[in-house]
Every structure is written in structure tokens, then in C-alpha cells.
């Protein structure tokens, strides 16, 4: 995996809670055998509306339960296709969350009042920018304030050094081995 | 190991059971029983194995089927050279790799959280997994059983593990009986009106309480399958006589010296006395009444006779304005143009029966579009052994081959914008079933009573 340690970028608000999967990626573009060029259809039926596709910004600001719904990595796929590195939010759904941990994706939870904060501060400055930095899982304000967002000290290595789970779990082998002797059945 | 110090709950015993290393500051290393691949988030796993030239570790312990994308029209004529590609890869990769596939020729193919369960694969006490967040289902046997992301899917075919972060417990207990005309599905859809799409955010769920256990196996899937709407891992239901009952001679299921042992087994598996959950909470079956979502997602859900809610945050007003309803206003008696029975929430035999009870000597109202399909083959022969298909034949709806069909709308069966559905699967969100159609998610009695009076209707009216 490719290793990601800082992120520095303005922000493209979507300021919505519980924003599903079917938002993300709407299921008729999952006909697809590939990984690349879903960006495409990100929120393909949200354009204008409440997705501005124009922006370059790296960052996604999202809203409460950002990613529920269906376990498609293709909604993480999209959004990193598109360009996005790191997702704000205050909190992300389970499966999201590890499928963008996983494609070098940052989901940042923040306390809901560092995301106000954030959502009025963007609202007043589109040129708003922000710093994520990996290694010590914090977010720095444009006013240098660094906030911390939680980060498993396993996640954040992956994300750092570019640990792939598959070599680390092949790592394992042995003792994978070991189990399946253990639970052989008679 | 054989021990413990503490009362366990069921999530623990499975949990301990399986874990194969865990390195200090790491996720677990997580040994997988059964792994169900489909053909829409498998494909680019299977490319990820070849690029690193790795075979399946196990390819006995995974097991392939086609449901999303598969036509339902008599024929399986596949019109859409996307889908046709996408399941072509798929068993051009069980071929290559080995894997038991149930594809679009074969007579137990169906959707694969109903055959799993139906074919006897899915046991209690196993750790299951599938690129589809709803194999929380497979809970309803008492196994470890969720989804996980197209990288997880090739961690497990080369690993046959995962790596896997231990979830929180949350215990929804459920009490008394459920009243006549409440089902399964109003009972989950309460559940997650109650704690919120998000309330079970890192745990897995166990459901316990005399209702609970008074449930057969369809509506014990039934309530697990929504675990992940209330944002869940998985969702579990201790084993007890009624799923051995039902998984005794399945084609997969252990036989004679090895089903006995396997029964005492998995009597040890139900939560000890006393063991404790982080959270708990309770309700009360006898207060529950037939629900409905209103909103675009499956916590915005009322009992059916209340009115609609007011706009109580900007994701309501949202909600409000995409279903273009009112707040404070009935929803009974709304007009409705589709009806959608089927899916791995309501797909299974005993689903159609309770439908068919809405449907026997009626017919569907005029103007509304009615779908019956079923979750696999094997309940498509069902039903049509205990004449249920000519029960919706005759009341005017159609009567399909199986697969996921208007749940996710991606092999064509959908509605237009605009249009209102019934439907009881098991997401309401903006587009599901088809770009701008609105969704109404409900028991199969009532969306049969739907499409019989062709608007939201009380279905106890009718039983
Ligand atoms: S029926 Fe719906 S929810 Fe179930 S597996 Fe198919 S698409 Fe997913």
C-alpha cells in the first residue's frame, strides 16, 4: 500500500448525516469488475445539488455516521478515484471505516464541536485548509490548533509505512496452520 | 479454556474459539468457517489474488452464488452485457480457483444469505463472512456472521482469516409476545427506530427474551439480516431446539454420530448466567404494532396508525422532502404504486405464506405493480408445492425467479422516480430501488395489504 503520512488540502463540505452507501456509489454502477474509474459516479445523483464535483479539494467534510449502510468498497474506491484522501466527519460507519483504512482513505473523527468549528469556519473561507497528519493521528486547524482524532496504532503503522494486511496476515501462516490442526475434525 | 472464570456471552465463546493470534497492538488474527462470495464486490478480490499469484487457502470453506445482478424474468435472459460480464467472471474464477459455485444453471441458486441457511452451510458457533453487509442474517443460527469490504474478501481466500478489531456487545432483549399481525420485520424495524441507524455502531448485537425465542428461524434471519441498519456488525440468536429442528438433514449439515456430537456442541454455545453485555436494551413485544419507514433511512419507522413525525433535524427535512411527505400527517392511507415482496430480509417461504394469507381471494388493486420473488429455488419449489404461486398469480402480481431483484435494483427490476413502493427488504435510502423512487419498508402482510387496497394499509384489517 502506498504510504500516507500528511494531507494537506482544502475542504469539500457535504454536510449530511447518515450518508449511505448508495449515495457514495449508486448500486447501478457496481456492474464493474475493476476498481478504477468509479470516481466517475461519486455521488453520482448528489451532483450540484449537494456534491460539488468542480472542487479539488482532498478532503471530504461529512457529516454524523458517514458511510453507513451497504459493506461495498467500491463506495471507498470512488471516493479515492475521485481524489479524495482523508474524510472529516464526527463519526463513520464500522465497515466504511475499515474499508478506507485499508485503501489509504483517512477517516478523521472529530468531537462534534471541532466539527462545527470546522463546518463555520469553511463556511466563512472556501480557501479553508486544514493538516492531517498521520503519524500522530492529529488535525491541524488553520489556526495551528492540533486537534487529536482516534487512529489504531495498528491502522496508523499500515497507513505510515505502507503495511499491506494481506502480507501481514500471511505472516502468520504457522500459527493459522496450527489452528486448523487444532480444529480438524475427527 | 474449558473454565472460564467469568460468565461468557455467546459473542465471546465464538470469538475466543476462533481467534489465531493477536499481536499486541494489533486486530486480531480471525479464523473464518464459511466464506460466501457473490458476483458484485468478489471480482476485484479474485484479480488481487492473481496479480500476486496466490491460490485460496482453503477453497472447500467458500462457497459462490449469483444474486444481485441475475435476471428475474422467466428465461433468465440477461439483457445488460455488464451484468452478463460480471457473472461470467464469477465462474470463470470458481472454475480457476476451485470454488463450489451455484450459478446462473444451477437448481439451489439463490440469494445467498437465504442459501446459506437453506443448504445447511451455515451452523451455529461457526464465523462466517461475505462481501455483503448483510450476512449479519446468518446470526440467526447462532454464528459469528458479517460483512466485510473486496479486501477483506481476498484476505480471507488466501488467508482463510481476518483481521478483525473485537466488537462491543449490545443486547436487545424482547419480552412477552408478539401481538397477531406483528412480525419479525416490525419487531427490527421498532429496534432500530428505537437505538438509531447508528446505535450499534462497533458491537454485535444478540437478541434474547422470550419473544426472541418464540420466533422460528425465517424470523429469526429476519430480524438479524437488519442488524447493520442499526449500524451492528452482526447480529446473533443463541441455538436452541428450534434451529436444530431446522437445520437437521440439511445437505450440509453434520449426519448421524457427527450431528450429535455437533448438537451437544453447540448447547454449550448460549450465553452463560450472568454474563454481561456493555449495553443493554429492552423492549416490549406486546406494545409493538406493524411498522412502516416514512424516510430514507430504516430508523425513520413508525408504528403504521401513528402520524408522520415533525421535521426534528436537517436529516428529517430532508428525509420529508425527498418521500415529498408532511410532517404530523397520517401515513395510512398514502397511495402507493409498487409492491415488492422478496429479498434476504423477506424472502423465504415462510414470508410468501404470511403474504399469501393478504392475498388468497383478492386482487391487487388497479394500477399497482406487484413483484413476488422469491430468495432461492429451493423456496420458489416450496411455494409452488403449497400453491402459493397461483395465490399471487390469481390476486394479479408477478410471480418471479429468484435473486435480489427491487432490493438493490441493479438487474433491472425497479421503480420510476418518483413512484412510491412498498417493499420488504430492507433499505429505504434515496435511489435504492431505482433513481428517485421513494420507499416504504414494511412486513410482507403489509405490503401485501398495500398492494391489495393500493395504498399504506393496516394489514390486521385484513387478516
Ligand atoms: S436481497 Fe438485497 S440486501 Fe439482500 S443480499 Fe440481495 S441486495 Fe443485498
Known sequence: MKKVEIIRSRLNPLLVDDVD??????????????????GANLFADWRGARFDASSDARILLAGNNFGCGSSREHAVWALADFGFQAVIAPSFADIFQANALKNG???VAVEAAVHRH?????????????????????????????????????????LTDGIDELDYLRQHEGQIAEWEARHARG | MKSPTLPQTLFDKIWQEHVVAHDDGCPAVLYVDLHLVHEVTSPQAFAGLRARGLGLRRPEKTVATMD???????????VDDQARAQLQQLAK??????????????????????IGPELGLTQPGMTIVCGDSHTATHGAFGALAFGIGSSEVEHVLATQCLLQKRPTSLEVRVDGMLPRGVTAKDLILAVIARIGVDGGNGAVIEYTGDAIRALDMEARMTVCNMSIEAGARAGLVAPDDTTYQYLAKRQFAPKG????????????????????????????????????????????????????????????????????LEPGKPLVGHPIDVVFVGSCTNGRIADLRQAARIFDGRRVATGVRTLVVPGSYAVKRQAEAEGLDRIFRD????????????????????????????????????????????????SPLTAAAAAVTGKVTDPRALL
Open chain 2, 257 to 324: 454420530a457427527d450431528w450429535e456430537r455437533a448438537v451437544a456442541n453447540w448447547r454449550q454455545l448460549p450465553s452463560d448466567e450472568g454474563a454481561e453485555y456493555d449495553v443493554s436494551v429492552v423492549l416490549d413485544a406486546q406494545a409493538l404494532q406493524p411498522m412502516i419507514t416514512w424516510g430514507t433511512n430504516p430508523g425513520q419507522g413508525i408504528p403504521i396508525n401513528d402520524n408522520l413525525p415533525d421535521a426534528r433535524s436537517g436529516a428529517e427535512e430532508k428525509a420529508f422532502k425527498y418521500m415529498a
Open chain 1, 118 to 158: 470546522l463546518v463555520a469556519a469553511r463556511a466563512q473561507d472556501a480557501e479553508l485548509t486544514v493538516r492531517i497528519d498521520v503519524r500522530k493521528s492529529t488535525l491541524v486547524l488553520p489556526d495551528q490548533e492540533e486537534v487529536p482524532f482516534p487512529l489504531d496504532p495498528f491502522a496508523r503503522r499500515c
Open chain 2, 395 to 442: 390476486a394479479g402480481a408477478e410471480w418471479r425467479e429468484p435473486g435480489c431483484s427491487m432490493c438493490i435494483a441493479m438487474n433491472g427490476d425497479q421503480i420510476e422516480a418518483g413512484q412510491y413502493a412498498v417493499s420488504t427488504s430492507n433499505r429505504n435510502f434515496e435511489g435504492r430501488q431505482g433513481r428517485g423512487g421513494r420507499t416504504f419498508l414494511a
Open chain 2, 93 to 114: 474464477n470458481c472454475v480457476d480457483f476451485g470454488v463450489q459455485c451455484y450459478g446462473l444453471d444451477s437448481d439451489q441458486r439463490g440469494i445467498v444469505h437465504v
Open chain 1, 105 to 107: 482513505l483517512v477517516p
Open chain 2, 68 to 78: 444481485h445482478s441475475t435476471p428475474t424474468t422467466p428465461g433468465l435472459v440477461i
Open chain 1, 21 to 38: 452507501t448508495d449515495q457514495i456509489i449508486p448500486a447501478r454502477f457496481l456492474k464493474t469488475i475493476g476498481r478504477v474509474g468509479l
